[in-house]
Structures are given as C-alpha cells and as structure tokens.
C-alpha cells in the first residue's frame, strides 16, 4: 500500500467523523485555510509566503518545489524550522501556524521574463481534518539578472522592454551606463509602518539613490477583518512626464504617508497591510509592480478613545484638524488669538527690550515714527516666523534650530552688547579707539532710524532669540507637512505672530508719550535699556555656557548696575523723591546679585530661580534604537522629553516645573527619559524626524505596550499645576 493509498484512506476517515471532529464549526476552503501568495520577486531569489488560518497547519515535509521550466533552475529552498509535533498520520513532524516564509533561489542565464513556478504542500486542521496534497502553479514576472540584461536585450531586439517585464527607455543603448547600478527590488524600496496612535499610521517607503516611486501605483489595503485604511495622506510630490505614463507625480529619497484607519470594538490589535507600488531606476530601467505584507501592532481602542467613541486628541492635533475643516477666516482670527495668548511668554518677552531699546536708539522722535518702527520690526518677526514654519513644514527641517550655532549666538550677543554701550553714551568705558569707532558706526546706523537695519533686527530676533514651540506652531506646521498646503498653514502661522506682535505695537505707539525729552531723563532711561540689552546679551549667552558661569554673570551686571545707575542719575540731576525711588532700585539689584551670586556658588544653573537646587533625573538616550531599547526594560509609561540649551521653554519648564517636588513624587511612577537635542546632528534630527517634533520642548508618553500614546504627548510649556493634571491622566 502507497503513501497516496494510506493518506486517501485516512482522508476518507477523517471527512466521516468531520462533523464530530471540528465542534461543529465549519472546515475552510482549502485556499483560505492556508492562502499562498508570492510576496517578493527578486533577481535571483523569490519569497513564497503561506498565511495560515487559526487553528490550521502546513507540513514542512509536505513543501515540494517541481523544476519544470528548463530555462528557470529554481534551487533548494530556504524553509525555516517549524515547531516539532508528534502526528498520528506521519509520526514525529514539523509544522508551522499563523505564517510561514519560504526563499526560493533561482538561476536566470537567459533573461527570461516570465515563467511558471509549481509548488506542492499540505496540511490539516487541529480538529483532526486533514486536506489532500495540493499543486499551485503561478506566473511570474521575473527582473533580469543585472549580468543578462544587455543579453538578453540584444537577442529579443526592439521589444526586449515588454518581454523583460520592465519598461526601458526608448533608446537601448542608455542600458550600457545603468546596468551596474540596479538594486534588485527589496533593496531599491524600503517599506516601514508604525502606529501613531489608534486610528492613525505612519508608512515610510525609502527608495535607494536614483530610484523614484510612481504616487497614483501606491496602494494599502488592510488584511485584517474590522480594520479598514480609510484615507492616505501623501506630501508634495515631483510631477514628471514618464515616456510610460505620461505626466506623473514621482517620489525620490523617502516619504512619510500619514494613514487614516478606522477600527471596529473589538477588532484585532495586529494588522496585516498588503502594500502595492511600483517605481524606475531614474531615466532607465523600471520594476515590475511590487507586493509586501506589512504588520503593524496597534494600541488599544479602549485607551485611545473618549466616552463618546470618538478618538481624543491632542492640542497641537485638534489644531491641525480645525486647519483642515474651518473657513479660513476663521482660522486666522483663531491663530491671531494664539498669538495674544502667546504674547507674553518666553517666545515673545525678550524682544520686548530689544525694541524699546532700537527706539530709545533714536532720541527724541514723535510717536508715528515709533509706532512705524514697531511695526515694522513685528511685521519682520512674523515674517521670519512664517518662514520658519514653512520650511519646517514642507522640508521637516527646522531653521531656527539650524540657528543656534556657538558662532550665531556670541555674534548675536555682541550686537546686543554694541547697543547697549550706545545707551550709555556712545562708549564712555573707554574701549580702544578702533574698537569705539566700529561701535559708533553701528550706533550712529541705528540711530539714523534706518527701517531696513530695524527689520533686519525682527527678523533675525525672531528667528534666534525665540525658538519657541507651541502647539498653534506644531498644529499649523504639521498641518503644512501632512497636506503639503503652505499657504493656509503659512497665513495661519503670519496671523499668530502679528498677534504675538500687538504688545511690541503698544510700545510703539505710546512711545512718544511715556519717552521722556532730550536731556538727564533721557540719559537715565536710555541707561536702564542699556543695563537690559546686557541682561539680553548674558541670557543669550546662557544657551552655550554653563548655568552657574550664567548666574555669575548675571550677579555681577545687577551689582555693578546697582552702583553706576545710581551714579548715573545723580549725574544727570534726578533729585528730591525721585533719587529716594534710585536708592531702592539700587537696594534691590545689590539683593538680586548677591541672590545670583549665591546660586553660581552652590552650582545652581537656573537664573529665576538662582537659590533652587534643581534635583530631577533624567535617563539620557540619543537615537531611536536606544529609546526602544529602555522602553523594552520597563513596564512602567516612559515620559520622553526633548531638550536642548538652546530652548528658552525647556530651560523655563526645568526651573519651573520639573523641579518641583510634588512633580518629582508624580513622576515616580514613570521612566523619565530625555532626549538632548542641542547639537542637532544626524541621528538627533533622525529622532526628532520619527516622531515628526519640529523643536523642542516636546512631551511624548509610550504605554506598557509600547506604542505612542499621541493624544497625551505634547509641545511647548506647563507650569507644575497643569502638569500635574496632565499627568494624573495617564
């Protein structure tokens, strides 16, 4: 009796107690209880993957690979080891569920474009059914071996591209230069997906060098019963005319698709995404259309999703989506009203002095000129601010970042410096004589109220001094790099900063009333804005020295001001009451700089806070690879903050927030990681890229099942009562 004799028989057997065997649920067609399907297709090797319904399984003896095609030599295939089970057919066996690779090598000497490839297999249900052996043949489109492409293409003549399986270009003879240069397929695409959150993915496809990806050939469809892709957010693209398709959009290098999904209660927490697309080796030779099976793990619909099963966003998110769905009137009167909300923040509160002081650079002028070189300064700031967001938007680079050089910032500072000798009198300290007249150029510019010098001054103010990140900033920036729209997001960002603007406006418009006239108390006045553009030149300098050197200095300009200022309105003939109002200016700065001084002393780096031992620690990690690694450890939330010195907000939330003990005790049930991204180097950018944060501060929180919990993490700044709130929710 024959192997095929016995199966029959046991076959026979099994399908009469069938009805017994299987519970009463119903046996699946063959092709659905073990689906195959050739996923991959390279130049010398295929992958042939079997998805394998529950509760059934695959022999991995059963597995045969028929060599009928003598032109095609198909080798032996690499199947992996399956799980050892001892079967009441076939004895001690292995078998595989769920899913099962097979990489087949094969020999293409001739160039053949298109073959047949058989493959045999078997397996049974864990009920105790088991199917017949089964014979699948497939046609496959094959790639020419980049060592017979030339060859082949001189024996097939002039319709060698459609007999390939490629498309060429029109003339042949462009083939010679490019050969060498073709990837087999998995190499030329890479194709990555991440969750978002729980109803939004992140599909990255990375083309090797030369290679572009065709827009309208990408498809996803979900794989997965109660999951479906409701709708791809693709970015701007290269429009090409294709000798093939005509006019095309085409990608080159990488792109992030932002991937809408729908989920049903209930469904699976793992989706299975078949992902279609087709691309060309630039002005030569282009890929078959390509195939992959993608998986994804999602997070828990229940954790992502508010009591009306809705998806709960975050702030910067809920921002985006009003972009996307309000009449754009109203989008600007909403943005302008982030921008007065903004107003007085850190952002904006350090310009504040640099514009009084450009207008106290004048002298004595009406309060129109004031008000115009106001709004010209803000008019730059928004300009530069627009800008900023923008580029960040469309090219995922942040400018005001890329800024924040050493050179940049100690420039910067001495700009700062130069103005303020201006308010003390066109360098009375007695620098050397060449250093006194390049100060006085500056001075004498400025003080000519040259419109051009003070928006030149707005706009580099905006762009080094506040590199600030909120979540209207995030929302409208992530709004440009998700729809690839900059003038809606552009227009936004331009009406949040003039509205950051208005108390720079006030200032100029009230300047002709509350600047005193030419004389002693304008010598005075214009001595305290000098005395601030110092502190500005200290606080800037703060971004690349060490907060202790920064607290020094700051004691020793207020201790040193406390002297010369009093001095200085005495010089100028203050009298009476009002030298009584000096003396207790005087007072406090000697207060304040001892308080300075003291904190330098004890090694506290937080100029607000100089006597605060700030005690929170934080886990350092650098790239993605060492993020996953500490989420994989614990099993607590991990918090991940970004931060670099340069970030006015970090410092301001470190000093203010994280410092606090109540916080400290909060953030005991949390891994604490932080990010330092103040060097903004490759594999910085490449994390700030991953989870698409355009600067910090920015706030991420993972869950236990390590997924991004996006509707929690956060931009921008929270004092220690709305953090603790924040917190709390988790």
């Given at each position: 009796?024959?192997?095929?004799?016995?199966?029959?028989?046991?076959f026979?057997?099994?399908?009469?107690?069938?009805?017994?065997?299987?519970?009463q649920?119903?046996?699946?067609?063959?092709?659905?209880a073990?689906?195959?399907e050739v996923?991959?297709?390279?130049?010398?090797?295929?992958?042939?993957?079997?998805?394998?319904?529950?509760?059934?399984?695959?022999?991995?003896?059963?597995?045969?690979?028929?060599n009928d095609?003598?032109?095609?030599?198909?080798?032996?295939?690499?199947?992996?080891?399956?799980?050892?089970?001892?079967?009441?057919?076939?004895?001690?066996?292995?078998?595989?569920?769920?899913?099962?690779?097979i990489?087949?090598?094969?020999?293409n000497?001739?160039?053949?474009?298109?073959?047949?490839?058989k493959?045999?297999?078997?397996?049974?249900?864990?009920?105790?059914?088991?199917?017949?052996?089964?014979?699948?043949?497939?046609?496959?489109?094959?790639?020419?071996?980049?060592?017979?492409?030339?060859h082949?293409?001189?024996?097939?003549g002039?319709?060698?591209?459609s007999?390939?399986?490629?498309n060429?270009?029109?003339?042949?003879?462009?083939?010679?230069?490019?050969?060498?240069?073709v990837?087999?397929?998995?190499q030329?695409f890479?194709?990555?997906t991440?969750?978002?959150?729980?109803?939004?993915?992140?599909?990255?496809?990375?083309?090797s060098p030369?290679?572009?990806?065709?827009?309208d050939?990408?498809?996803?469809t979900?794989?997965t019963?109660?999951?479906?892709?409701?709708?791809?957010?693709?970015?701007?693209?290269?429009?090409k005319?294709?000798?093939h398709?005509?006019?095309?959009?085409?990608?080159?290098?990488?792109?992030e698709?932002?991937?809408?999904?729908s989920?049903?209660?209930?469904?699976?927490?793992?989706?299975?995404?078949?992902?279609?697309?087709?691309?060309?080796?630039?002005?030569?030779?282009?890929?078959?259309?390509?195939?992959?099976?993608?998986?994804?793990?999602?997070?828990?619909?229940?954790a992502?999703?508010?009591?009306?099963?809705?998806?709960?966003?975050?702030?910067?998110?809920?921002?985006q989506?009003?972009?996307?769905?309000?009449?754009?009137?109203?989008?600007?009167?909403k943005f302008?009203?982030?921008g007065?909300?903004?107003a007085?923040?850190?952002?904006?509160?350090?310009?504040?002095?640099i514009?009084s002081?450009?207008?106290?650079?004048?002298?004595e002028?009406?309060?129109?000129?004031?008000?115009?070189?106001?709004?010209?300064?803000?008019?730059?700031?928004?300009?530069?601010?627009?800008?900023?967001?923008?580029?960040?938007?469309?090219?995922?680079?942040?400018?005001?970042?890329?800024?924040?050089?050493?050179?940049?910032?100690?420039?910067?500072?001495?700009?700062?410096?130069?103005?303020?000798?201006?308010?003390?009198?066109y360098?009375?300290?007695?620098?050397p004589?060449?250093?006194?007249?390049?100060?006085?150029?500056?001075?004498?510019k400025?003080?000519?109220?040259?419109?051009?010098?003070?928006?030149?001054?707005?706009?580099?103010?905006?762009?080094?001094v506040?590199?600030?990140?909120?979540?209207?900033?995030?929302?409208?920036?992530?709004?440009?790099s998700?729809?690839?729209?900059?003038?809606?997001?552009?227009?936004?960002?331009?009406?949040?900063?003039?509205?950051?603007?208005?108390?720079?406006?006030?200032?100029?418009a009230?300047?002709?009333?509350?600047?005193?006239?030419?004389?002693?108390?304008?010598?005075?006045?214009k001595a305290?804005?000098?005395?601030?553009?110092?502190?500005?030149?200290?606080?800037?300098l703060?971004?690349?020295?060490p907060?202790?050197?920064t607290?020094?200095?700051?004691?020793?300009?207020?201790?040193?001001?406390?002297?010369?200022?009093?001095?200085?309105?005495?010089?100028?003939?203050?009298?009476g009451?009002?030298?009584?109002?000096?003396?207790?200016f005087?007072?406090?700065?000697?207060?304040?700089?001892?308080?300075?001084?003291?904190?330098?002393?004890?090694?506290?780096?937080d100029?607000?806070?100089?006597?605060?031992?700030?005690?929170?620690?934080?886990t350092?990690?650098?790239?993605?690879?060492?993020?996953q690694?500490?989420i994989?450890?614990?099993d607590?939330?991990?918090?991940?903050?970004?931060?670099?010195?340069?970030?006015?907000e970090?410092?301001?939330?470190?000093g203010?927030?994280?410092?606090k003990?109540?916080?400290?005790?909060?953030?005991?049930?949390?891994?604490?990681?932080k990010?330092?991204?103040?060097?903004?180097?490759?594999?910085?950018?490449?994390l700030?890229?991953?989870?698409k944060i355009?600067?910090?501060?920015?706030?991420?929180?993972?869950?236990?099942?390590n997924?991004?919990?996006?509707?929690?993490?956060?931009?921008?700044?929270?004092?220690?009562?709305?953090?603790?709130?924040?917190?709390?929710?988790?």
């Open positions: 009796m024959n192997k095929f004799t016995l199966f029959t028989i046991l026979l057997f099994s399908i009469t107690n069938y009805s017994l065997a299987l519970d649920d119903e046996l699946l067609d063959v092709d659905t073990f689906a195959p996923v991959e297709v390279g130049v010398d090797k295929l992958k042939l993957r079997f998805k394998i319904a529950d509760k059934y399984y695959l022999y991995k003896h059963a597995f045969k690979f028929p095609d003598m032109a095609v030599k198909f080798g032996i295939a690499q199947i992996p080891d399956g799980h050892k089970k001892e079967d009441e057919f076939f004895g001690e066996v292995e078998t595989y569920h769920h899913q099962i690779d990489v087949i090598p094969y020999e000497p001739d160039g053949v474009a298109i073959t047949q490839f493959f045999k297999y078997q397996g049974c249900a864990e009920a105790g059914v088991c199917y017949p052996p089964q014979t699948k043949t497939v046609e496959l489109n094959l790639p020419v071996p980049q060592d017979s492409i030339l082949a293409g001189d024996s097939l002039g319709n060698s591209a007999v390939l399986g490629i060429a270009l029109n003339n042949n003879d462009q083939w010679a230069g490019q050969v060498d240069s990837l087999p397929e998995d030329a890479k194709v990555e991440i969750a978002m959150d729980a109803n939004k993915l992140s599909a990255r496809f990375t083309m030369n290679v572009y990806l065709y827009k050939k990408v498809k996803l979900s794989l019963d109660g999951i479906t892709i409701d709708a791809l957010h693709f970015p701007a693209a290269q429009s005319d294709d000798p398709f005509g006019e095309v959009e085409i990608y080159f290098d990488q792109i698709v932002a991937i809408d999904i989920r049903k209660v209930g469904s699976a927490r793992q989706l299975l995404i078949s992902a279609e697309f087709q691309g060309c080796v630039d002005e030569g030779i282009c890929y078959p259309p390509s195939s992959r099976t993608i998986t994804v793990d999602l997070p828990a619909i229940a992502q999703q508010n009591s009306d099963n809705n998806v709960q966003l975050s702030e910067q998110d809920q921002i989506k009003d972009l996307e769905k309000n009449a754009w009137w109203k989008t600007i009167l302008f009203g982030f007065l909300l903004l007085l923040t850190p952002c904006i509160f350090p310009m504040i002095p514009l002081g450009l207008i106290m650079g004048q002298g002028i009406s309060r129109s000129r004031a008000f115009m070189l106001s709004l010209i300064y803000v008019l730059a700031m928004a300009l530069a601010y627009t800008a900023a967001g923008v580029i960040a938007g469309l090219l995922g680079a942040n400018i005001q970042a890329a800024l924040q050089k050493p050179w940049i910032i100690i420039t910067f500072s001495m700009v700062f410096v130069a103005l303020a000798m201006s308010m003390f009198g360098y009375d300290l007695q620098l004589a060449s250093w006194q007249s390049k100060l006085s150029n500056i001075s004498n400025q003080k000519s109220g040259s419109y051009i010098g003070v928006g030149i001054m707005g706009f580099l103010s905006a762009i080094i506040g590199p600030c990140v909120a979540p209207p900033l995030a929302g409208a920036v992530l709004y440009i998700n729809t690839g729209d900059p003038v809606v997001g552009g227009f936004a960002l331009f009406a949040m900063s003039m509205g950051m603007g208005v108390p720079l406006l006030l200032i100029g009230s300047a002709g009333k509350w600047m005193p006239q030419s004389g002693g108390w304008m010598n005075v006045v305290f804005f000098g005395i601030a553009l110092l502190a500005m030149a200290i606080w800037f703060s971004r690349i020295i907060g202790p050197v607290l020094a200095l700051f004691g020793i300009l207020a201790l040193l001001s406390s002297i010369f200022w009093y001095r200085y309105a005495l010089k100028n003939g203050v009298k009451k009002m030298i009584g109002l000096f003396l207790v005087k007072l406090a700065l000697i207060g304040i700089g001892i308080v300075e001084i003291m904190g330098a002393i004890r090694g506290n780096t100029f607000l806070h100089p006597l605060t031992k700030y005690e929170m620690h934080f350092l990690i650098k790239s993605y690879d060492d993020l690694l500490a994989k450890k614990t607590k939330i991990v918090l991940l903050d970004f931060y670099a010195d340069w970030c006015v970090c410092k301001h939330m470190e203010a927030t994280y410092s003990a109540i916080v400290q005790k909060e953030l005991e049930r949390f891994l604490v990681l990010a330092d991204v103040t060097d903004q180097d490759d594999i910085d950018k490449e700030m890229k991953k989870f355009i600067g910090p501060p920015a706030t991420l929180f993972f869950g236990k099942d997924q991004l919990i996006k509707q929690y993490s956060f931009f921008g700044f929270k004092d220690a009562e709305e953090f603790m709130a924040h917190l709390q929710k988790l």
